[in-house]
Nanobody
Framework: QVQLVESGGGLVQAGGSLRLSCAVSGGSFSGYGMGWFRQAPGKEREFVGS????????DYGDSVKGRFTISRDNAKRTVYLQMNSLKPEDTAVYYC?????????????????WGQGTQVTVSS
């Protein structure tokens, strides 16, 4: 059974930074594509970023390009989301997800396993 646990969320002022972590247990982590999504109240789940199993390829949502960076450490079975220049509109619950088929899609339905989410709140 694959389990994902996010951490690192919190309250930060606009312009600040946070780093989210997602620890993965079970399965062959280095073969999984990993994604980050977020969901604000009353809104649909939004693609933030994704990364291939090797870490050599990544993709980002338009709203976070140039501010957020996704990375992974396969030895630690962990994927990270470094968030810089945060804005109030980045406030949401952030979820990590695993695609066990090895892709790194930009849509939620491409992922089989999800974490419980971590709250990020950016104050103005």
């Amino acid at each position: 059974q694959v389990q994902l646990v996010e951490s690192g969320g919190g309250l930060v002022q606009a312009g600040g930074s946070l780093r989210l972590s997602c620890a993965v247990s079970g399965g062959s982590f280095s073969g999984y594509g990993m994604g980050w999504f977020r969901q604000a109240p009353g809104k649909e789940r939004e693609f933030v970023g994704s990364i291939s199993g090797s870490g050599r390829s990544s993709d980002y949502g338009d709203s976070v390009k140039g501010r957020f960076t996704i990375s992974r450490d396969n030895a630690k079975r962990t994927v990270y989301l470094q968030m810089n220049s945060l804005k109030p509109e980045d406030t949401a619950v952030y979820y990590c997800a695993a695609d066990i088929d090895g892709g790194w899609p930009t849509t939620p339905r491409g992922y089989e396993y999800w974490g419980q989410g971590t709250q990020v709140t950016v104050s103005s």
